[in-house]
């Protein structure tokens, strides 16, 4: 059967389908999608199979997307190359306040000897820093899972690492199977977030420095 995509929940996952034969409305789950080179969208056409669900209502299963067929096979059969992040403008003027901050704020502090006169420069120092941290998008808005090669879009985990220099990445499935395998990782990151308050803030004080230190070697390297 055909009809059309009217209504898409991204964040849950699931949405609803017009067909072009009776008007009927049919729920359908992202599971039930089969074309795996990008994610429904409101407008798509789409062939189907009708059925029922446990309580008599219409669902769509064996959901393809018109035009996005082709598209698949294409990504199945050539691996996507993922390009590392790429310096622009921001970066080049961020490293050179960081080198200026730096180097006023540790002039400043011996001249005077007053850490009042240095917060001028301290706060350069954070919009640097948050600058050069900024979360870029990678040119591609999908990339060939690294462990089971099937094509993804980028979401928000994804795009992170990549920013944090990660080339190899990893489907929404294949990430779920390592945190499963990862059971003593996934109690220590929940546990190491609990119960920081001013410790937070005072270590912050202290890596601030060594963090500006680290980008302009990164950026350097």
């Not at 059967?1 to 992202?30: A, C, P, R, Y």
């Amino acid at each position: 059967m055909k009809g059309k995509i009217t209504q898409w929940k991204d964040d849950k996952g699931f949405g609803f389908i017009v067909s072009d034969d009776n008007g009927e409305k049919l729920f359908f789950h992202i599971s039930a999608v089969k074309t795996q080179g990008r994610r429904p969208q409101v407008g798509d056409v789409v062939l189907y199979e009708s059925m029922r669900d446990s309580q008599g209502r219409p669902k769509a299963k064996a959901v393809v997307i018109e035009g996005a067929v082709s598209e698949q096979i294409i990504y199945d059969k050539k691996r996507i190359h993922t390009e590392p992040p790429k310096k622009d403008i921001f970066d080049y003027v961020s490293i050179i306040l960081v080198i200026i901050s730096s180097v006023g704020a540790a002039y400043k502090y011996i001249e005077t000897e007053n850490i009042e006169n240095v917060i001028p420069f301290g706060l350069i120092l954070i919009v640097a820093i948050v600058l050069l941290n900024r979360q870029k998008k990678p040119k591609e808005k999908i990339f060939s899972c690294a462990r089971c090669r099937k094509v993804s879009e980028h979401d928000k985990r994804t795009i992170r690492a990549w920013n944090n220099g990660f080339l190899k990445l990893y489907c929404k499935a294949c990430h779920h199977r390592w945190l499963a395998e990862q059971p003593n990782q996934t109690q220590y990151v929940s546990e190491s977030s609990q119960g920081r308050g001013c410790l937070g803030v005072l270590a912050f004080l202290f890596i601030l420095p060594i963090t500006a230190g680290i980008k302009v070697f990164q950026w350097f390297t």
